[in-house]
Protein backbone atom coordinates (compact mmCIF):
# COMPACT_ATOMS: atom_id res chain seq x y z
CA UNK A 1 0.00 0.00 0.00
CA UNK A 2 1.29 3.40 -1.05
CA UNK A 3 1.52 6.91 1.04
CA UNK A 4 -1.09 8.62 -0.61
CA UNK A 5 -3.88 5.02 0.04
CA UNK A 6 -2.69 4.98 3.54
CA UNK A 7 -3.30 8.45 4.30
CA UNK A 8 -6.79 8.23 1.90
CA UNK A 9 -7.77 5.31 4.49
CA UNK A 10 -6.54 7.39 7.89
CA UNK A 11 -8.66 10.59 5.96
CA UNK A 12 -12.06 8.43 5.80
CA UNK A 13 -12.04 7.75 9.38
CA UNK A 14 -12.27 11.32 10.68
CA UNK A 15 -15.62 13.09 11.24
CA UNK A 16 -16.79 15.54 8.42
CA UNK A 17 -15.54 18.60 11.01
CA UNK A 18 -11.94 17.12 10.94
CA UNK A 19 -11.64 16.68 7.43
CA UNK A 20 -13.18 20.17 7.01
CA UNK A 21 -10.07 21.51 9.31
CA UNK A 22 -7.46 19.12 7.51
CA UNK A 23 -8.17 20.46 3.92
CA UNK A 24 -7.99 24.12 5.04
CA UNK A 25 -4.60 23.06 6.69
CA UNK A 26 -3.42 21.95 3.64
CA UNK A 27 -4.79 24.68 1.34
CA UNK A 28 -2.57 27.42 3.49
CA UNK A 29 0.20 25.52 3.22
CA UNK A 30 -0.29 25.06 -0.82
CA UNK A 31 -0.76 28.55 -1.17
CA UNK A 32 2.19 29.53 1.03
CA UNK A 33 4.15 27.86 -0.83
CA UNK A 34 3.15 28.74 -4.23
CA UNK A 35 2.40 32.27 -3.46
CA UNK A 36 -1.25 31.79 -4.98
CA UNK A 37 -4.04 32.81 -2.80
CA UNK A 38 -7.34 31.39 -3.46
CA UNK A 39 -10.22 33.40 -5.49
CA UNK A 40 -7.36 35.14 -7.08
CA UNK A 41 -6.65 35.22 -10.31
CA UNK A 42 -3.53 35.13 -12.13
CA UNK A 43 -1.94 38.07 -12.62
CA UNK A 44 -1.19 39.45 -16.07
CA UNK A 45 -0.59 42.88 -16.45
CA UNK A 46 0.40 46.21 -13.66
CA UNK A 47 -2.62 47.07 -11.48
CA UNK A 48 -0.99 51.07 -12.00
CA UNK A 49 -0.05 51.30 -15.64
CA UNK A 50 -1.29 48.37 -16.82
CA UNK A 51 1.93 46.98 -18.45
CA UNK A 52 2.69 43.04 -19.00
CA UNK A 53 5.98 43.59 -18.25
CA UNK A 54 5.76 42.11 -15.23
CA UNK A 55 8.58 40.06 -13.32
CA UNK A 56 8.56 37.84 -9.93
CA UNK A 57 9.71 39.57 -7.42
CA UNK A 58 10.21 37.41 -4.26
CA UNK A 59 7.84 36.83 -1.55
CA UNK A 60 6.39 39.11 1.07
CA UNK A 61 5.01 36.78 4.29
CA UNK A 62 4.90 33.79 2.00
CA UNK A 63 3.05 35.74 -0.85
CA UNK A 64 4.70 36.18 -4.40
CA UNK A 65 5.21 39.34 -5.29
CA UNK A 66 5.77 41.65 -8.67
CA UNK A 67 7.49 44.17 -10.43
CA UNK A 68 6.29 45.99 -13.20
CA UNK A 69 9.49 46.85 -15.17
CA UNK A 70 7.81 49.36 -16.96
CA UNK A 71 6.54 52.22 -13.72
CA UNK A 72 9.02 49.88 -11.42
CA UNK A 73 6.17 49.60 -8.95
CA UNK A 74 6.03 46.23 -6.59
CA UNK A 75 2.58 44.88 -5.81
CA UNK A 76 1.00 41.18 -4.93
CA UNK A 77 -1.44 39.61 -6.86
CA UNK A 78 -4.56 40.58 -4.08
CA UNK A 79 -3.94 44.76 -4.79
CA UNK A 80 -7.13 46.14 -5.01
CA UNK A 81 -9.11 43.38 -4.62
CA UNK A 82 -11.31 42.34 -1.27
CA UNK A 83 -8.71 40.14 0.06
CA UNK A 84 -5.81 42.61 -0.19
CA UNK A 85 -4.19 42.95 3.34
CA UNK A 86 -6.35 40.50 5.21
CA UNK A 87 -4.42 38.04 8.35
CA UNK A 88 -7.36 35.66 8.17
CA UNK A 89 -8.11 34.18 4.80
CA UNK A 90 -10.21 30.78 6.40
CA UNK A 91 -12.11 32.83 8.55
CA UNK A 92 -12.81 35.23 5.79
CA UNK A 93 -14.61 32.59 3.74
CA UNK A 94 -16.86 31.54 6.24
CA UNK A 95 -17.82 35.23 7.30
CA UNK A 96 -18.95 35.72 3.07
CA UNK A 97 -20.62 32.27 3.32
CA UNK A 98 -22.54 33.97 6.61
CA UNK A 99 -23.90 37.37 5.05
CA UNK A 100 -25.04 35.22 2.49
CA UNK A 101 -27.50 33.28 4.62
CA UNK A 102 -28.70 36.44 6.36
CA UNK A 103 -28.38 40.04 7.33
CA UNK A 104 -26.70 39.63 11.00
CA UNK A 105 -25.55 42.71 12.92
CA UNK A 106 -22.15 43.12 13.29
CA UNK A 107 -21.89 41.87 16.95
CA UNK A 108 -23.53 38.55 16.55
CA UNK A 109 -21.66 37.56 13.18
CA UNK A 110 -18.18 38.54 14.79
CA UNK A 111 -19.21 36.02 17.09
CA UNK A 112 -19.92 33.58 14.98
CA UNK A 113 -16.79 33.53 13.22
CA UNK A 114 -14.69 34.17 16.08
CA UNK A 115 -13.25 37.79 15.10
CA UNK A 116 -13.29 41.37 16.83
CA UNK A 117 -16.10 43.81 16.04
CA UNK A 118 -13.88 46.08 14.11
CA UNK A 119 -12.54 43.43 12.00
CA UNK A 120 -16.25 42.15 10.95
CA UNK A 121 -16.82 45.63 10.39
CA UNK A 122 -14.04 45.98 7.91
CA UNK A 123 -14.37 42.94 6.36
CA UNK A 124 -18.61 43.60 5.77
CA UNK A 125 -17.19 46.92 4.10
CA UNK A 126 -14.06 45.56 2.12
CA UNK A 127 -16.70 42.79 0.75
CA UNK A 128 -19.73 45.91 0.20
CA UNK A 129 -16.86 47.89 -1.64
CA UNK A 130 -16.74 44.84 -4.26
CA UNK A 131 -20.99 45.33 -5.05
CA UNK A 132 -21.88 47.59 -7.52
CA UNK A 133 -24.96 49.03 -8.67
CA UNK A 134 -25.93 47.24 -12.22
CA UNK A 135 -26.11 48.87 -15.48
CA UNK A 136 -29.88 48.58 -16.30
CA UNK A 137 -32.79 49.79 -18.40
CA UNK A 138 -36.13 50.57 -17.77
CA UNK A 139 -38.83 49.10 -20.16
CA UNK A 140 -42.44 49.11 -19.91
CA UNK A 141 -44.09 49.85 -16.91
CA UNK A 142 -41.95 51.71 -14.37
CA UNK A 143 -42.31 52.30 -10.97
CA UNK A 144 -40.69 55.07 -9.06
CA UNK A 145 -40.52 56.34 -5.57
CA UNK A 146 -38.38 57.55 -2.49
CA UNK A 147 -37.57 55.85 0.53
CA UNK A 148 -37.03 57.58 3.27
CA UNK A 149 -34.38 56.93 6.33
CA UNK A 150 -33.70 59.66 9.39
CA UNK A 151 -29.92 61.07 8.58
CA UNK A 152 -27.68 58.90 11.31
CA UNK A 153 -24.15 59.79 12.30
CA UNK A 154 -24.01 55.93 14.10
CA UNK A 155 -20.49 55.04 15.24
CA UNK A 156 -18.75 58.93 14.61
CA UNK A 157 -16.88 59.62 17.31
CA UNK A 158 -16.39 63.05 19.05
CA UNK A 159 -20.23 64.47 17.99
CA UNK A 160 -21.57 66.80 20.54
CA UNK A 161 -24.94 65.91 20.65
CA UNK A 162 -25.49 62.24 19.92
CA UNK A 163 -29.17 60.56 18.76
CA UNK A 164 -31.40 60.08 21.38
CA UNK A 165 -32.81 56.00 21.18
CA UNK A 166 -36.77 55.78 20.08
CA UNK A 167 -36.76 58.05 17.29
CA UNK A 168 -36.83 61.41 16.49
CA UNK A 169 -39.53 64.13 16.47
CA UNK A 170 -38.54 65.48 13.53
CA UNK A 171 -41.66 63.97 11.34
CA UNK A 172 -42.84 64.67 7.63
CA UNK A 173 -40.55 65.99 4.57
CA UNK A 174 -37.30 67.40 6.15
CA UNK A 175 -33.07 68.00 6.27
CA UNK A 176 -32.79 65.18 8.07
CA UNK A 177 -34.53 63.02 5.81
CA UNK A 178 -31.72 60.72 3.55
CA UNK A 179 -33.67 59.72 0.49
CA UNK A 180 -33.30 56.65 -1.47
CA UNK A 181 -34.86 56.59 -4.78
CA UNK A 182 -36.20 53.19 -6.11
CA UNK A 183 -36.95 52.19 -9.69
CA UNK A 184 -38.18 48.87 -10.68
CA UNK A 185 -39.94 47.92 -14.00
CA UNK A 186 -42.29 44.71 -14.60
CA UNK A 187 -39.22 42.50 -15.40
CA UNK A 188 -37.16 42.95 -12.22
CA UNK A 189 -34.87 45.94 -13.59
CA UNK A 190 -34.03 48.06 -10.34
CA UNK A 191 -32.18 50.70 -9.34
CA UNK A 192 -31.56 51.42 -5.58
CA UNK A 193 -29.39 55.17 -5.11
CA UNK A 194 -29.04 57.78 -2.32
CA UNK A 195 -29.39 60.96 -3.87
CA UNK A 196 -29.96 63.35 -1.13
CA UNK A 197 -30.32 64.60 2.38
CA UNK A 198 -33.55 66.73 2.04
CA UNK A 199 -36.47 67.25 -0.28
CA UNK A 200 -36.06 65.06 -3.44
CA UNK A 201 -35.61 67.36 -6.84
CA UNK A 202 -35.90 66.88 -10.34
CA UNK A 203 -32.19 66.70 -10.69
CA UNK A 204 -31.47 63.66 -8.19
CA UNK A 205 -34.09 61.90 -10.41
CA UNK A 206 -32.22 62.75 -13.41
CA UNK A 207 -28.74 62.29 -12.38
CA UNK A 208 -29.20 58.49 -11.25
CA UNK A 209 -31.95 57.02 -13.75
CA UNK A 210 -32.17 60.08 -16.25
CA UNK A 211 -30.81 58.17 -19.11
CA UNK A 212 -32.22 54.33 -18.29
CA UNK A 213 -35.66 54.96 -19.58
CA UNK A 214 -36.49 53.41 -22.58
CA UNK A 215 -38.96 55.47 -25.47
CA UNK A 216 -41.54 52.70 -24.60
CA UNK A 217 -41.65 52.91 -20.82
CA UNK A 218 -44.20 54.75 -18.58
CA UNK A 219 -43.59 56.20 -15.56
CA UNK A 220 -45.69 55.47 -12.21
CA UNK A 221 -45.47 57.44 -9.48
CA UNK A 222 -47.37 59.77 -6.86
CA UNK A 223 -47.94 63.49 -7.48
CA UNK A 224 -44.40 64.41 -6.69
CA UNK A 225 -44.01 67.90 -8.38
CA UNK A 226 -40.24 66.61 -9.52
CA UNK A 227 -41.12 63.44 -10.48
CA UNK A 228 -43.60 65.07 -12.75
CA UNK A 229 -41.22 67.54 -13.89
CA UNK A 230 -39.07 64.89 -14.78
CA UNK A 231 -41.56 63.06 -16.84
CA UNK A 232 -42.63 66.37 -19.05
CA UNK A 233 -38.50 67.00 -19.31
CA UNK A 234 -38.16 63.03 -20.31
CA UNK A 235 -41.12 62.91 -22.71
CA UNK A 236 -42.12 60.11 -20.65
CA UNK A 237 -45.76 58.83 -20.30
CA UNK A 238 -46.41 60.14 -17.01
CA UNK A 239 -49.10 57.77 -14.66
CA UNK A 240 -49.34 59.34 -11.22
CA UNK A 241 -51.82 59.20 -8.34
CA UNK A 242 -51.80 60.80 -4.71
CA UNK A 243 -49.78 59.02 -2.28
CA UNK A 244 -52.41 58.26 -0.16
CA UNK A 245 -53.97 56.03 -2.96
CA UNK A 246 -50.93 53.92 -3.41
CA UNK A 247 -52.27 53.45 -7.15
CA UNK A 248 -53.76 54.94 -10.28
CA UNK A 249 -56.24 51.70 -10.70
CA UNK A 250 -55.26 48.45 -12.34
CA UNK A 251 -52.22 47.82 -13.47
CA UNK A 252 -50.58 51.51 -12.80
CA UNK A 253 -49.20 51.10 -9.31
CA UNK A 254 -46.25 51.11 -7.34
CA UNK A 255 -46.70 47.95 -4.88
CA UNK A 256 -43.29 46.35 -6.25
CA UNK A 257 -41.49 49.45 -5.51
CA UNK A 258 -43.28 49.73 -1.62
CA UNK A 259 -42.43 46.02 -1.23
CA UNK A 260 -38.81 46.72 -2.02
CA UNK A 261 -38.84 50.15 0.64
CA UNK A 262 -40.86 47.71 3.39
CA UNK A 263 -38.18 45.04 3.37
CA UNK A 264 -35.45 47.70 2.54
CA UNK A 265 -36.20 49.33 5.98
CA UNK A 266 -36.91 45.98 8.06
CA UNK A 267 -33.43 45.07 7.39
CA UNK A 268 -32.08 48.19 7.45
CA UNK A 269 -33.92 49.23 11.34
CA UNK A 270 -34.30 46.26 12.82
CA UNK A 271 -32.02 43.23 11.42
CA UNK A 272 -29.11 45.78 11.55
CA UNK A 273 -30.11 48.26 14.21
CA UNK A 274 -29.85 50.98 12.54
CA UNK A 275 -27.28 51.94 9.64
CA UNK A 276 -24.72 55.21 9.47
CA UNK A 277 -26.25 57.61 6.49
CA UNK A 278 -22.28 56.76 5.52
CA UNK A 279 -22.26 53.08 4.64
CA UNK A 280 -26.43 53.04 3.62
CA UNK A 281 -25.63 52.81 0.08
CA UNK A 282 -23.17 49.83 0.15
CA UNK A 283 -26.17 48.29 2.35
CA UNK A 284 -28.54 49.05 -0.81
CA UNK A 285 -26.32 47.45 -2.97
CA UNK A 286 -26.14 44.19 -0.89
CA UNK A 287 -29.44 44.20 -1.04
CA UNK A 288 -30.09 44.53 -4.54
CA UNK A 289 -27.49 41.65 -4.50
CA UNK A 290 -29.34 39.49 -2.96
CA UNK A 291 -32.64 39.76 -4.51
CA UNK A 292 -30.63 39.12 -8.08
CA UNK A 293 -29.28 36.16 -7.05
CA UNK A 294 -32.00 35.08 -4.62
CA UNK A 295 -32.96 31.90 -6.88
CA UNK A 296 -29.44 30.86 -7.33
CA UNK A 297 -28.27 27.77 -5.64
CA UNK A 298 -23.91 28.53 -6.32
CA UNK A 299 -24.54 32.11 -4.47
CA UNK A 300 -20.98 32.02 -2.87
CA UNK A 301 -20.03 31.74 -6.53
CA UNK A 302 -21.85 34.52 -7.92
CA UNK A 303 -20.26 37.11 -4.82
CA UNK A 304 -16.87 36.01 -5.27
CA UNK A 305 -17.29 36.29 -9.44
CA UNK A 306 -18.36 39.86 -8.46
CA UNK A 307 -15.91 40.28 -6.15
CA UNK A 308 -13.01 38.93 -8.36
CA UNK A 309 -14.37 41.58 -11.51
CA UNK A 310 -13.76 44.77 -9.30
CA UNK A 311 -10.61 45.63 -9.21
CA UNK A 312 -11.42 49.43 -7.27
CA UNK A 313 -12.43 47.28 -3.77
CA UNK A 314 -9.81 48.03 -1.44
CA UNK A 315 -10.06 52.18 -3.33
CA UNK A 316 -13.73 52.22 -2.26
CA UNK A 317 -13.09 50.79 1.09
CA UNK A 318 -10.67 53.37 2.09
CA UNK A 319 -12.07 56.15 0.21
CA UNK A 320 -16.05 56.11 1.38
CA UNK A 321 -14.70 58.91 4.05
CA UNK A 322 -14.22 60.98 0.80
CA UNK A 323 -17.10 60.70 -1.05
CA UNK A 324 -19.49 61.05 1.91
CA UNK A 325 -17.97 64.12 3.03
CA UNK A 326 -18.62 65.51 -0.79
CA UNK A 327 -22.07 63.96 -0.64
CA UNK A 328 -22.62 66.00 3.36
CA UNK A 329 -21.42 69.22 1.05
CA UNK A 330 -23.34 69.16 -2.48
CA UNK A 331 -26.41 67.13 -1.40
CA UNK A 332 -27.81 68.49 1.98
CA UNK A 333 -27.80 71.48 4.38
CA UNK A 334 -25.85 69.33 7.02
CA UNK A 335 -22.53 69.74 8.65
CA UNK A 336 -19.94 67.57 8.14
CA UNK A 337 -18.17 66.59 11.56
CA UNK A 338 -16.28 64.59 13.20
CA UNK A 339 -14.04 63.43 10.41
CA UNK A 340 -12.16 59.67 11.02
CA UNK A 341 -8.93 59.62 11.65
CA UNK A 342 -8.06 55.61 10.41
CA UNK A 343 -5.73 56.38 7.64
CA UNK A 344 -4.17 53.85 5.02
CA UNK A 345 -0.76 53.35 2.90
CA UNK A 346 -2.57 52.84 -0.11
CA UNK A 347 -5.46 55.26 -0.07
CA UNK A 348 -4.41 57.26 -3.04
CA UNK A 349 -4.26 53.89 -4.85
CA UNK A 350 -7.12 54.04 -8.01
CA UNK A 351 -7.31 51.00 -10.21
CA UNK A 352 -9.48 52.56 -12.54
CA UNK A 353 -12.97 54.68 -13.31
CA UNK A 354 -14.90 54.83 -10.17
CA UNK A 355 -18.42 53.49 -10.47
CA UNK A 356 -20.59 54.89 -8.38
CA UNK A 357 -20.70 51.95 -5.35
CA UNK A 358 -21.00 54.75 -2.72
CA UNK A 359 -23.07 58.23 -3.92
CA UNK A 360 -24.07 60.21 -6.56
Not at 90 to 109: G, R
Not at 113 to 138: C, M, N, P, Y
Request: glycine share 6%; proline share 1%; hydrophobic share 30%.
Amino acid sequence: MTNKEKIKNLFRLLSTEEQSELLSEFTTSINKQTGQQSGTSKVTNCPYCKSTLIVRNGYIDNVQRYKCKFCHKTFIATIGSSEYNLKKRNKFEEYKSLILEQYYPIKKIAEKVGISVQTAFDWRHKILSGLKKQDTEFSGITELDDIWFLYSQKGRKGLKYSRKRGGSKRQGDNNYQVKMLVTADRKANVDMSIVRIGRLKKSDIERSVGDKFSPDSTLVSDKHRSISSFAKVKNLCHVSFKAAKHSAGGIYHVQNVNNIASRMKSIVNHHLRGVSSKYLQSYANWFAFMERNKNDRELKQKLDQELNQNEENWYIFTNIEHWYKQFIKNRSVRTYRCPTKRVWKRTYMKLGAFNGIMYI
